[in-house]
């Protein structure tokens, strides 16, 4: 069983900027993946951003060279966004999977509305 707490999300102007945390506890393996994916109102949920724990990185070409991913340890994530448009307006998921298991671990989301 693997927990995510998310913080960091809110209201911001457009170009706005803000930076989303997330740490994961509980059985949690040295090789991982941890990530963010986003839904917004009637969409499907999205991948955002992914890195594993060797630190191979991959980005929606939607946020690509907006966002950046990273990461302290095998526990914690982060992602800064930047140029932040309306169209980035959603709510923004943890991620979690050890590597060489099936299970899929969600934090609860954050709310991030740009808006002016």
């Known amino acids: 069983q693997v927990q995510l707490v998310e913080s960091g999300g809110g209201l911001v102007q457009p170009g706005g900027s803000l930076r989303l945390s997330c740490v994961a506890s509980?059985?949690?393996?040295?090789?991982?993946?941890m990530g963010w994916y986003r839904q917004a109102p009637g969409k499907q949920r999205e991948l955002v951003a992914t890195?594993?724990?060797?630190?191979?990185t991959a980005y929606a070409g939607s946020v690509k060279g907006r966002f950046t991913i990273s990461r302290d340890n095998a526990n914690t994530v982060y992602l800064q966004m930047n140029s932040l448009t309306p169209e980035d307006t959603a709510v923004y998921y943890c991620?979690?999977?050890?590597?060489?298991?099936?299970?899929?671990?969600w934090g609860q989301g954050t709310q991030v509305t740009v808006s002016s």
């Open positions: 509980g059985s949690i393996f040295s090789n991982n993946l």
């Open positions: 991620t979690q999977r050890n590597t060489g298991t099936y299970a899929t671990y």
């Open positions: 890195k594993t724990s060797g630190g191979n």
